[in-house]
């Protein structure tokens, strides 16, 4: 640990580590973090699970470092957030029930080893002590350890994807990001919910989420291509199937993409909407639209993927046809980032893509030189003719049709006239 991670985080493990001592819980830190760690994966998003009251504890710790809590007493769960932004996550250690399949369970205080007997993955249920006199021990009850050395996905039980459907998605995520392999019990286990239609059972929110994360992976196209071998672009629609083509404009995201961020205009706010406007490309926009309104990601992503599905057809033609910037610009020009990026992956026209590239790098920032003031300045009368010239100053910039401020000046004086 010390090796791996940064020198405060470290400390503040230890001294977390102490002041369990001293409050007489046993803390340990679980799940992503310790396999993230083994396999030398930087990874900071540190769950601890107490012995103990989880929720005084997370408060203690808090005190200690002047972090804010938010508590979620049913789940016995706290967030602590410190004053830097960073967080963690500390929990009761609890066994979990489940009323019926794929519902949320109900929850009862335990120790460490019962605790994680309830989790996905043998890898995910390897914990450090903390407590002082035996930090950094590992408490590996489920042979996690060694499935992490043969890179493998390995359920607990039989039952596993019964408990909880979101498995299926999220051993295919592991199974991709790591490099690792399905154990193949795990893979029949796999095929037979999904055969059975258990991830039917989830509800669109629980869905949603799964299929966020997946197009949030770093390597998304990979792993929907596996979705698609386990069958699970049905619970998407059912009229979703994979293809060659699909294939193509996936590859192609990815590329768009990675030449997005070569760009260094900062990164894009949600990269995971340009593969969902490429994996619902396929469906014609009725279908588009039903199954947008079935799921719930958030709603500003969500019209994105809605309106790429209704307008690319008609947009696609008019910016590989337009001759003069001002027009590509006014086409583009309240288009987010995500939709340029999708349309410059769909189009096969060299000249749309120069378009497009041209938006990012030129148009965007290409301003007249006069003002709103400068008109003013020159005895225009301010009014909605003040935005109709100054978007023709723009449009004539963009067309290097104006150079100088006289050559502006020159062509407010010949709009005035006009407006
Ligand atoms: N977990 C589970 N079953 C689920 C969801 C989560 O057993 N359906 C357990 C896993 O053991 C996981 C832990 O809860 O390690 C925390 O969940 P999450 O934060 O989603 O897992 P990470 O492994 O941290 O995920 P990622 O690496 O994708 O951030």
């Known amino acids: 640990m ?32 310790v ?5 030398g994966i930087p990874n900071l998003d540190l769950d601890l699970v107490v012995e103990g009251d989880g929720i005084r504890f997370a408060k203690a710790v808090a005190r200690r470092y002047q972090a804010r809590v938010t508590t979620h007493e049913r789940f016995g769960t706290v967030v602590v957030t410190f004053a830097d932004g960073h967080t963690f996550d500390v929990a009761t250690a609890r066994t979990e029930s489940y009323d019926s399949p794929a519902a949320l369970p109900t929850v009862q205080r335990s120790s460490i080893k019962q605790d994680v ?13 903390l407590n002082t006199p035996r930090f950094g021990e590992l408490v590996d009850s489920h042979g996690g350890r060694r499935d992490l050395q043969d890179k493998t996905i390995r359920v607990l039980h039989g039952l596993s994807f019964i ?48 299929l966020l994360h997946v197009l949030s992976e770093r390597e998304p196209v990979k792993t929907l291509a596996r979705l698609a071998d386990f069958n699970l672009l049905q619970f998407i629609h059912p009229r979703l ?60 992503q969500a019209q994105s ?18 001759v003069k910037p001002s027009e590509t610009f006014r086409a583009l020009c309240h288009l987010p980032d995500e939709t340029l990026v999708f349309l410059r992956a ?26 709103g003031n400068d008109l003013k300045a020159m005895g225009l009368k301010p009014g909605p003719s003040y935005n109709k010239i100054l978007n023709r100053l723009l449009d004539a910039r963009l067309n290097g049709a104006v150079e100088t401020e ?3 000046h020159r062509l407010v004086h010949r709009l005035a006239k006009r407006c």
């Open 2 to 33: 010390k090796d791996r991670l940064p020198s405060p985080f470290f400390l503040l493990l230890q001294e977390t580590g102490a002041l369990a001592e001293r409050r007489h819980v046993r803390v340990h830190a679980v799940g992503g973090f």
């Open 35 to 39: 396999r993230d760690l083994l396999l």
């Open 117 to 129: 007997r309830r989790r996905d993955f043998t890898i995910n249920t390897l914990a450090i002590r």
């Open 163 to 210: 408990d909880d459907p979101t498995r299926v998605f999220r051993a295919i995520r592991y199974e991709q990001r790591l490099g690792f392999q399905l154990d193949w019990n795990t893979a029949v286990l796999m095929t037979e919910a999904v055969r059975m239609g258990l991830v039917h059972r989830l509800s669109p929110s629980r869905l949603s989420a799964e």
């Open 241 to 300: 199937k994979w293809s060659s083509g699909l294939a193509q404009l996936l590859n192609a995201v990815e590329k768009a993409v990675a030449w997005h961020a070569g760009l260094s205009l900062g990164r894009l706010t949600s990269p995971w909407v340009v593969y969902g406007m490429a994996l619902l490309d396929p469906l014609p926009q009725p279908v588009v639209q039903e199954t947008l309104a079935r799921l719930t990601f958030p709603r500003r």
């Open 305 to 322: 993927l809605l309106w790429v599905s209704q307008e690319n057809a008609r947009l696609l033609p008019t910016v590989t046809r337009t």
């Open 346 to 371: 769909k189009t096969r026209s060299a000249r749309a893509k120069q378009n497009i590239s041209d938006m990012f790098t030129v148009y965007r920032r290409v301003r007249p030189i006069l003002t």
């Open 406 to 408: 006289a050559d502006e």
